[in-house]
């Protein structure tokens, strides 16, 4: 089975629209480490690759810091395996796998197989050591929050994942692990961080993936042929392909797939999947390798049934070739043939409507986007969850990774602290075409970005080298984005960096979060006298409470009122005329 291999359940009951699943978690961390085999904090240190019959399985060699759960001593190694591996020139890719990177340190929750451990739950309730200032954190991998989770059938709701202080961490586990301790409490180490607060070195836009298990990887040439087979194809489906391929090409601008038609392909099913030895042979002789096949009623029976239009509705994926090239200054693998399977009777469960949308998601994968996290970015086609039409996010995403015809060649875009708690910001192009000017915009958040400064393009077919500096940073992180503006208006994003400045004007937090209706408690500790503004931001933009702030140097606290808030990710942003400060919190 040479495929990426990424599988959507939708789950649709009595007409409601439920999130798509692919785990079911534990209630917190405490019962992770009570149902794992090991539990340990542990450093990458090789990443191999071990053939055995026609496949390559990738193992990572870690060696254990601290044991919390099992008979590994620390200074002890053990091979840990991806779900993922390669047969022949292609990997077959697995959405939520865990692909470690040497040198860094995790905590995980272990699973013992033949010679080798794998994670109980792929990347959920693994976590890296993050270090801010003196003090070392535990970090969710961003996987974590674009898995979709299956409700507990004792009706429970789960602790989610979040940023906890390693040393109390670690205390809390091994205390419940040895029976210390009976009752769970992550309270001691939990902070009111999220993963975005730490600094990321990656370009692609904040929130996107087009990773699907095994590194970042997208279509050369992104003008792709999609077929449907002639098997069961639902009546009048050309028109439908029509619509779907349409919204697509309306809303992603780097992208060009063409409806080619029926074909008629008759599977060999005998690895049990649609996508076997034969398929992409067959998809070659239609288009070499720019092509992809949907394929309707699961004809190898890849996919359980649906029981009374419950299950899984489809799945989406693509190739990969082991080749890779270089787009916007980082490494991407080549994507290949694409195809999207449909189960039976699926549409006998959806509206035309919901149908349409439910294959733009799929089709999306084809192109190697994964899911979006639906709390942050709700209400968008790529969430775990049916049935969204296209939104900005989805547009961000997409369209910075597939945005081919950029009047600009960018070499390089850095920014680093520099004296004085200032910021340099470098950047360096290859050549300009029809460019009016750059814009550099800044952020505390990742979300909302203010411009910094407007620098002109010089318009060459040289190396220009542009740098600005950033004199009066946020405290904490500050987050960059550069685009370039042409001659027609058309602003294109080309990078986005983010610098960490040391907390000069002191200690903010706010409790407890979640929060339910109340007051949310601000506490500040500032080095001298805060003049300013208060304001809570929504997931949308929108201010939905401001007012003026004035605070003394030291230690103060300050009681926010949060009644008629609706549930949700909220920002509450203190602002005064030399410091903007940013924190966020849950409404329950």
């Not at 439908?240 to 992603?252: F, G, R, V």
């Not at 952020?443 to 740098?467: E, V």
């Not at 992180?477 to 610098?499: C, I, P, T």
């Amino acid at each position: 089975m040479k495929h990426a291999f990424h599988i959507i359940l939708f789950i649709i009951l009595a007409g409601s629209k439920l999130p798509a699943t692919s785990i079911i978690p534990f209630r917190h961390l405490g019962e992770a480490v009570q149902l794992s085999d090991a539990a340990v904090l542990a450093t990458v240190e090789q990443n191999f690759e071990t053939p055995s019959g026609n496949c390559v399985y990738f193992d990572g060699k870690f060696r254990v810091i601290t044991r919390i759960k099992g008979d590994m001593t620390p200074g002890e190694t053990f091979i840990l395996r991806q779900q993922s591996y390669r047969t022949g020139d292609f990997n077959v890719d697995f959405a939520g796998d865990f692909v470690p990177e040497t040198g860094k340190t995790y905590l995980i929750f272990l699973k013992q197989y033949a010679g080798y451990w794998k994670p109980v739950t792929m990347t959920y309730f693994i976590f890296e050591v993050k270090k801010t200032g003196d003090e070392s954190f535990l970090v969710p991998l961003p996987e974590t929050f674009s898995i979709a989770l299956v409700p507990r059938p004792d009706g429970v709701l789960p602790e989610p994942p979040a940023v906890y202080r390693l040393a109390d961490m670690l205390h809390i586990l091994q205390q419940y692990s040895n029976g210390i301790t009976s009752t769970w409490d992550a309270s001691a180490a939990l902070t009111t961080l999220l993963p975005d607060d730490f600094p990321q070195e990656r370009v692609l836009p904040t929130g996107c993936s087009f990773d699907l298990g095994s590194g970042q990887c997208r279509w050369q040439n992104a003008a792709i042929n999609i077929y449907f087979d002639d098997t069961n194809v639902p009546a009048g489906f050309s028109g439908t392909l029509d619509n779907i391929l349409s919204a697509l090409n309306t809303n992603y601008t780097g992208i060009d797939p063409v409806n080619s038609g029926q074909v008629s392909f008759t599977p060999d099913c005998s690895d049990g999947t649609v996508t076997g030895t034969d398929f992409t042979s067959f998809l070659t002789s239609l288009n070499g390798n720019q092509t992809t096949l949907i394929i309707f009623d699961d004809p190898c029976n890849q996919i359980p049934n649906l029981s009374g239009c419950v299950g899984t509705l489809a799945v989406g994926g693509g190739y990969s070739s082991s080749a890779t090239h270089v787009y916007k200054g980082e490494t991407w693998k080549n994507a290949l043939w694409g195809y999207v399977v449909v189960n039976n009777g699926v549409t006998a469960c959806l509206t035309a409507s919901e149908y349409e949308i439910m294959l733009t998601h799929e089709l999306t994968h084809t192109y190697r986007m994964g899911h979006l996290n639906a709390a942050m970015y709700p209400n968008q086609n790529m969430n775990p969850v049916c049935c969204n039409p296209i939104n900005t996010k989805d547009m961000e995403c997409m369209n910075y990774t597939y945005d081919i015809a950029l009047p600009v060649k960018l070499v390089s875009f850095e920014a680093h602290p520099a004296r004085n708690g200032q910021v340099d910001i470098t950047w360096t192009t290859a050549s300009e075409n029809e460019t009016d000017h750059f814009v550099i915009e800044r952020s505390a958040d990742g979300l909302r970005f203010d411009i910094l400064a407007n620098i002109p393009a010089r318009n060459t077919k040289s190396l220009n080298r542009y740098n600005l500096t950033d004199e009066t940073p946020f405290s904490g992180l500050s987050y960059y984005r550069l685009s370039e503006v042409g001659f027609d208006g058309k602003q294109n994003n080309l990078g986005l960096k983010a610098v960490e400045i040391g907390q000069q004007d002191g200690e903010v937090s706010v409790y407890p979060d979640p929060v339910n209706d109340g007051n949310l408690t601000l506490k500040t500790n500032f080095v001298s006298e805060f003049s300013g503004s208060l304001e809570i931001v929504d997931m949308n933009g929108r201010v939905v409470t401001q007012r003026s702030l004035s605070l003394n140097k030291g230690e103060q606290t300050l009681e926010q009122p949060v009644d008629g808030l609706t549930p949700g990710i909220y920002w509450m942003k203190l602002e005064s005329a030399n410091s903007l400060r940013v924190l966020r919190f849950y409404k329950n």
